[in-house]
């Protein structure tokens, strides 16, 4: 069990637990009155989301059966559950329109699929390439919608190469370090439709921007 300060995450039938990636992106993604979460997993991102803005609905995929019960129960158990639907779905046959999609992805690409069947599913981009990610993204935004996504620091390039090559453009990048001193080990990444400036920052876990972007959610 994690607890936050307005919801509690049972992760017990999910393969990946609740982590830094996940709380970031929840934090620093924009929103809107319409968000898709894909890959929900706990449901943690998607509680985050609907929290952030109150008069938002968030809808909340996953292909993984056990996903999509955890995160019913705790979509069910928190403040925010009239405004959350969670479904047993790929984003590549989800119809909708969104203000705004985020996503946590899988994202092992060239590495060894783990013997865990789950685990493997929730890691590894087989189900859900990035190609495929920045498709559905580019069918299911508002032409002002923005796409939000996390990804360790060696896969930040084939994001935003397979992103360009649809149509968007970065909108934000945060470089992420656990370290002060050490480089980034994680991208949070935003893209729009259009041309737009593209705002670049950087952040340490632990630092003041990250105590003050996660403040409302961390015990």
Known sequence: MFRFKQF???QQLCAMKVGTDGVLLGA????GSRVLDVGTGTGVIALMMAQRYPDGQVTALDIDEGAVRQAEFNVTQSPFAERIT????RVQDHVGEYDAVVTNPPFFIDSLSAPDVQRNTA????TLSYAELMQAAWRLLREDGELSVVVPFDYRRRMEDEATFVGFFPSRVCAVKTVERKP?????LAFRKHPCECVYET??????AYLRMTGDFYL
Do not use: P
Request: glycine share 8%; net charge negative; aromatic share 8%.
């Open 8 to 10: 509690t995450i049972e």
């Open 203 to 208: 952040m340490t876990i632990g630092d003041e």
């Open 123 to 126: 890691r590894h981009a087989d």
């Open 184 to 188: 980034a080990r994680r991208f949070l």
């Open 86 to 89: 969670v479904q047993h779905e």
């Open 28 to 31: 620093w993604a924009n929103g």
